[in-house]
């Protein structure tokens, strides 16, 4: 299926490896003039030639709303716009309620949270004045299901989401869609490093068995971003392999 989205321009952050490269590869090969984002020059740039199709790599840090919005007017300075944004980060350390200091949340609320709106203000508005945008954000199953081990994320991811939410609803009509996909366990190194290379995915609740492809995810922010999904707003899709047990 042509997604229709052929010479569109992408800003993709916080992309050298794992979900965001995937999602920056799918959209390159589908025409979308694509501009990726990572803190190390080398691994960036590397990332970007993998990706091919004319993928940009610059270095910035989208650690919190300066950050983003910074990497957002570099993207729009070298393609004369942003039409896709997805929206990524590191996730924060893992910690419970009695291991995590009060002073751990506002840098992972910065992260997961502030990011996404230094991101958003940076691109949306343009892509309300052209009349076509699409935003997708890649936030956690942890939203849907909060994970024991990993306040801070399921903490700040779920403001994140209520943010995208609401602005979903107020761009709706200028032909803005705001997304968020939620990955479970995929193979990529935010899962090494919190459950080791050797983990059993059926053992840590994935029915499927296996650990998601990140290819396959990259796959579906590229749909979410086609012009076929222009009445997808709003929503959050949970890529998890059934690990999410709930009915809504
Ligand atoms: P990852 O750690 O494998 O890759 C993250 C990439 O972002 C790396 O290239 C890293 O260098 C870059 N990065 C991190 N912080 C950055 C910053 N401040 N500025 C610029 N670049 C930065 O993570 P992933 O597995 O690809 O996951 C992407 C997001 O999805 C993360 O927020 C993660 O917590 C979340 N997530 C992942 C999984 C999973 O199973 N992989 C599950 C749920 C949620």
Redesign the pocket.
């Known amino acids: 299926m042509d997604l229709g989205i052929a010479g569109r321009r992408a800003a993709v952050?916080?992309?050298?490896?794992?979900?965001?490269a995937a999602a920056a590869a799918a959209l390159a090969a589908e025409g979308v003039r694509v501009v990726i984002?990572?803190?190390d020059r080398a691994r960036i740039e590397d990332t970007a030639a993998a990706i091919g199709h004319g993928c940009i790599g610059l270095v910035?840090?989208?650690?919190d709303a300066a950050g983003g919005a910074a990497f957002v007017g570099a993207a729009t300075e070298a393609l004369g716009g942003v039409d896709i944004l997805v929206t990524?980060?590191?996730?924060p350390p893992p910690g419970t309620f009695a291991t995590t200091d009060l002073d751990r949340y506002e840098p992972a609320l910065s992260?997961?949270l502030l990011s996404v709106v230094g991101m958003c203000k940076a691109a949306v508005p343009a892509m309300q004045a052209n009349g076509w945008g699409r935003v997708v954000a890649?936030t956690?199953?942890?939203v849907r299901q909060p994970m024991a081990t990993l306040i801070l994320?399921n903490t700040a991811r779920a403001g994140a989401t209520a943010f995208l939410k609401t602005l979903a609803r107020e761009v709706a009509a200028d032909g803005v869609t705001v997304n968020s996909i939620q990955?479970?366990?995929?193979a990529?190194?935010?899962?090494r490093a919190l459950y080791g290379a050797d983990v059993d995915p059926a053992a840590i609740g994935v029915p499927a068995g296996v650990f998601g492809r990140p290819a396959d995810f990259g796959a579906i922010v590229a749909v979410l971003c086609s012009d076929q999904a222009r009445f997808v707003t709003g929503a959050q899709i949970h890529v998890d392999g059934g690990a999410y047990a709930g009915l809504l």
Do not use: E, F, K
């Not at 952050?13 to 965001?20: E, F, N, P, R």
């Not at 910035?60 to 650690?63: L, N, Q, S, T």
């Not at 990955?183 to 995929?186: N, V």
């Not at 990529?188 to 899962?191: A, E, M, N, V």
């Open positions: 952050a916080a992309a050298s490896t794992g979900l965001g984002c990572g803190r910035a840090d989208v650690g990524n980060a590191g996730g992260l997961n890649i956690s199953l942890a994320s990955p479970g366990l995929h990529t190194d935010r899962l």
